[in-house]
């Protein structure tokens, strides 16, 4: 699945974008992404990680 997060498996959320005479339409907000290269189980790879997981520490950058 696209837009996940391989550290914590945070994905998509949805709601509702609403106009100011109150109309709604489907939305979806998106995580925050990252291209990072890191170490796991000893090994160099690349993944796609959310910036809350990297602040956070739970990705050691290589």
């Given at each position: 699945?696209?837009?996940?997060?391989?550290?914590?498996?945070?994905?998509?959320?949805?709601?509702?974008r609403v106009s100011h005479a109150h109309n709604?339409?489907?939305?979806?907000?998106?995580?925050?992404?990252?291209?990072?290269?890191?170490?796991?189980?000893?090994?160099?790879?690349?993944?796609?990680?959310?910036?809350?997981?990297?602040?956070?520490?739970?990705?050691?950058?290589?």
């Open positions: 699945m696209a837009r996940v997060c391989e550290v914590c498996g945070k994905g998509p959320r949805y709601g509702n709604t339409s489907r939305r979806r907000w998106n995580v925050n992404l990252r291209p990072v290269r890191a170490i796991v189980k000893g090994e160099h790879i690349h993944l796609r990680a959310c910036t809350a997981c990297i602040r956070a520490g739970r990705v050691k950058k290589a």
